[in-house]
């Protein structure tokens, strides 16, 4: 199976605090992701990683950063917490896409999630 | 800019009342349509995949369906353990990225 794993699954945190989450994976998938969830906006893509120490920008990557140094490894970075990154983080890890006759083998598989509080 | 709706937002259903849930997509050049289960505080867990139009998957209670611009989750004789919320996403022509849907929450009372 498949294990994704996020290092907190709560985090209180302090505004203008520099925080990390964490995510590993044990399955050698090339792709990891994260996201963060919110009540009526779904899913939002932050940042994702396609290899070690590749990054792409999502949909809202102001205000994060991210790190991936080993191929298993994916850390989201608030330089300074606001009130407004209390969220729902969730990491998640796929193969790189492969196209066998036109489908495309992506599952993106998903931690547990970092429920993270700024005050 | 690919889009992916679901709809109804949350239902509610009586034990063993079977219905439907809906994913409309607009995504260029579809590659495959995914369906997840979220428990409350916790992460998405991968369902299903499908990738053309007609193509069918089942497990247990569930049955995902697509046609070119919708897929379907049927859920036949529910459980309150049935109990979730179900996300639909899609990946486009040539993108790492899944486009993700709101969610159904349901609700399925004993």
């Known amino acids: 199976d498949v294990k994704v794993t996020q290092s907190s699954r709560y985090l209180v945190k302090r505004t203008g605090e520099k925080v990390f989450l964490e995510c590993v994976q044990d399955?050698?998938?090339?792709?990891m992701f994260w996201y963060r969830q919110d009540p009526g906006l779904g899913l939002r893509l932050i940042y994702f990683?396609?290899?070690?120490?590749?990054?792409e920008k999502g949909d809202i990557p102001e205000g994060y950063s991210v790190s991936r140094e080993k191929k298993e490894r994916f850390s989201l970075i608030l330089e300074s917490a606001s009130t407004n990154q209390t969220s729902m983080y969730l990491c998640?890890?796929?193969?790189?896409?492969?196209?066998?006759?036109?489908?495309?083998?992506?599952?993106?598989?998903f931690g547990a999630g970092t429920r993270l509080s700024v005050l | 800019e690919d889009q992916v709706t679901q709809s109804p937002e949350a239902l509610r259903l009586q034990e063993g009342e079977s219905s439907s849930l809906n994913c409309s997509y607009t995504?260029?050049?579809?590659?495959?349509l995914f369906w997840y289960r979220q428990d409350p505080g916790k992460g998405p867990e991968f369902l299903f995949t499908?990738?053309?139009a007609g193509e069918e998957k089942e497990k247990e209670r569930l049955k995902a369906t697509l046609t070119k611009k919708e897929s379907f989750l049927h859920i036949t004789a529910p459980k309150p353990e049935d109990s979730a919320t179900y996300l639909c996403?899609?990946?486009?022509?040539?993108?790492?990225?899944?486009?993700f849907g709101k969610g159904t929450k349901l609700s399925v009372i004993p």
């Open positions: 996403a899609a990946s486009g022509a040539g993108s790492y990225q899944l486009t």
């Open positions: 998640a890890s796929s193969l790189y896409p492969t196209y066998d006759r036109g489908l495309v083998k992506n599952i993106q598989y």
């Open positions: 995504v260029s050049g579809l590659r495959g």
């Open positions: 499908l990738y053309s």
């Open positions: 399955m050698d998938h090339e792709n």
């Open positions: 990683s396609y290899d070690v120490k590749m990054k």
